[in-house]
């Protein structure tokens, strides 16, 4: 039962990147960031997963109501949502605001599926958001409330939502579609949604010009976050729950800052190295219970 937690871990590096080249390349159009990721994810998925995709068809109809409402959360908006937000605010504020992701998806978990956690379990939240915040915030938590958020803060609350329904959904239902499959199916219906926005988009701002260092971007943003960091993700929510694995979510502005050190050339402080060990401290409490009722189960 370790390697999805090793598999959450390279998630959280992948998502870190996310936001930092986001950031980076945030002189494009969001739908137009978003669009031209997942197509390059859709082909790169094509060759491995339209087999299975077309065998797996009439269950894709079946299940098409979930189905659609787990690729528009989890794959069509969630990070449409984080670049649009990253157009008005920092990669620092984005980091912030995605550390209520376990939060809403143990809520959301409680009230639609009934998902139980152990005190213990509860504690390990919180204990991993507060060391999240206490890195971003280098210390000085009682800056949270004078922080300069603005409407792109607001815009992420939209993200949050989407990626807590998507991790109920993948636990309950994408264990019934192949993979591959699934992705490919989930990308190649996200281009379509998102390609009338792009031209609306175009239609307002002009095409934009694409430079050698967007083009890298939108390769490593189709082809780490939208494909491998998803096929990690719910291999682990279907091994963890929603609940356990959402929570390494909190790991993300430990990951994005240290980025931040090693590309941007900014300091890392005491401050942070111990908001660092105390997300560490949260994620092991509420994973190592985790493991432990596992064991139990099989003795």
């Known amino acids: 039962m370790v390697y999805p937690y090793i598999l959450m871990i390279f998630v959280v590096i992948f998502y870190a990147g996310n936001i930092l080249i986001g950031k980076a390349i945030n002189e494009l159009p969001p739908f137009t960031i978003a669009f031209l990721r997942l197509v390059v994810a859709f082909i790169v998925l094509l060759p491995i997963g339209y087999r299975k995709a077309w065998q797996y068809r009439l269950k894709f109809l079946e299940y098409k ?179 356990q694995a959402a929570v390494f979510i909190n790991f993300l502005p430990v990951v994005t800052m240290i980025g931040a050190s090693i590309w941007l050339g900014e300091e890392m402080t005491g401050m942070k190295v111990i908001g660092a060990w105390t997300v560490i401290s949260g994620v092991l409490l509420t994973t190592q219970i985790k493991a432990r009722d596992y064991n139990k189960g099989l003795s």
């Open 65 to 243: 109501k979930p189905f659609l409402v787990m690729t528009l959360t989890g794959v069509t908006f969630f990070n449409t949502i984080i670049y649009g937000a990253l157009q008005f605010t920092t990669s620092t504020n984005v980091a912030v605001i995605e550390t209520v992701i376990p939060v809403a998806t143990v809520a959301l978990g409680a009230f639609l599926i009934k998902e139980k956690l152990q005190p213990l379990q509860l504690v390990g939240i919180f204990l991993s958001l507060f060391g999240a915040l206490w890195v971003v915030l280098n210390g000085n938590i009682s800056n949270l409330a004078t922080m300069d958020w603005n409407v792109g803060d607001g815009i992420m609350v939209g993200a949050i939502v989407c990626w807590a329904i998507y991790s109920i959904l993948v636990k309950q239902y994408l264990h019934l579609f192949p993979p591959y499959a699934a992705l490919l199916v989930m990308t190649g219906v996200s281009v379509i949604v998102l390609f009338p926005i792009v031209v609306a988009e175009w239609f307002v701002t002009g095409v934009p010009s694409f430079v050698p260092s967007n083009l890298m971007g939108l390769a490593y943003l189709g082809i780490f976050p939208s494909f491998i960091a998803l096929i990690f993700y719910n291999h682990s929510v279907e091994k963890l729950g929603a609940s």
